[in-house]
């Protein structure tokens, strides 16, 4: 969970002080994180196929999700975006849900009501809401990562597949150069290639490896609910390193919005148990 906060760290870190571009920021982290994970599957004696292990539509999404990411972070500050970004996966995860066809209980659909109830105090009109351009690219790369992990929940071996998404992303990159002349063209400072590189390869690649590591010892609701803390300890690095203290918007937001997202699935558990 500290890797997938660190995404959000760095990324910012990185775009507040303009040490990089957004769509610099992207390829850079795509690239690194591909070549991590391969890398990681060569050691380990896999061999990656994207091909056979990846899918275009897989691929395209991880894409999205980075790309909008990484523009969202001009103008958000961290808690923020980890609290929209992990707010968005679960309602794409929920609407997926009841496409299927499951229907909540009342104690789960009290969660979610309560977690959109937070989403939407965050984002109410006035002093302390979020930028609305990075609100929406937020909400973007939410919806793109929550069909991108989708598949993954069904996914006979996650890690290869991953790898081989990583990869065929690559191909997506061109897309991201009408984006970069509209925005002041590309720059990139070796402090920015760093921090880029560091969220491609540690707190993306091995982070995705460490985290598929600790599902085989995790029970699905305790998978879920150790993901809510990924939004506070955002917040809190975002505090310690960002020196970016959260309005007071924020703590009441998160509260629902976590505490609501834990009281859903909770119930979502007990539902599966029955």
């Known amino acids: 969970m500290l890797a997938f906060a660190g995404n959000s760290l760095l990324c910012r870190l990185a775009l507040r002080g303009e040490s990089i571009d957004p769509g610099s920021f992207t390829a850079l982290r795509l690239a690194a994180g591909a070549a ?14 994207p091909r056979r292990d990846g899918s275009a539509r ?6 999205v999700y980075a790309a909008a990411f990484s523009y969202a972070y ?7 975006g980890a609290l929209l970004l992990f707010g968005s996966v679960q309602a794409t995860m ?28 965050l984002l109410l009109p006035g002093a302390g809401a979020p930028a609305p351009g990075g609100t929406v690219l937020m909400v973007a790369a939410g919806v793109a990562w929550g069909r991108y992990s989708l598949p993954r929940q069904r996914a006979a071996a996650p890690l290869p597949s991953t790898a081989a998404n990583f990869t065929l992303a690559l191909a ?35 982070g995705y490896v460490l ?4 599902l085989r010892e995790l029970a ?13 300890i955002t917040a809190l690095g975002g ?16 509260l629902l919005v976590l505490g609501g997202i834990a009281l859903a699935l909770h119930a979502r558990s007990r539902r599966a148990r029955s």
Not at 94 to 121: C, F, Q, S, T
Not at 224 to 232: F, R, T
């Open 172 to 206: 997506a990159l061109p897309l991201l150069l009408p984006a970069v002349s509209l925005t002041g063209g590309a720059r990139i400072s070796a402090p920015g290639a760093a921090l880029a590189i560091l969220s491609g390869a540690v707190t993306s690649g091995v």
């Open 239 to 254: 505090i310690l390193l960002l020196a970016e203290f959260p309005g007071p918007r924020l703590p009441v937001a998160a």
């Open 220 to 232: 699905a609701l305790q998978a879920a609910l150790v993901q809510l803390s990924v939004p506070v």
């Open 94 to 121: 929920i609407a997926a849900a009841l496409w299927r066809g499951e229907r909540p209980r009342p104690a789960e659909a009290l969660g979610w009501v309560a977690a959109a109830a937070g989403l939407g105090w």
């Open 211 to 214: 985290w598929y590591a600790a």
């Open 58 to 63: 897989s691929a395209l999404m991880l894409f």
């Open 74 to 80: 001009v103008s958000l500050d961290a808690a923020s």
């Open 36 to 49: 991590a994970l391969f890398l990681i599957l060569k050691v380990g004696g896999q061999p990656l196929s």
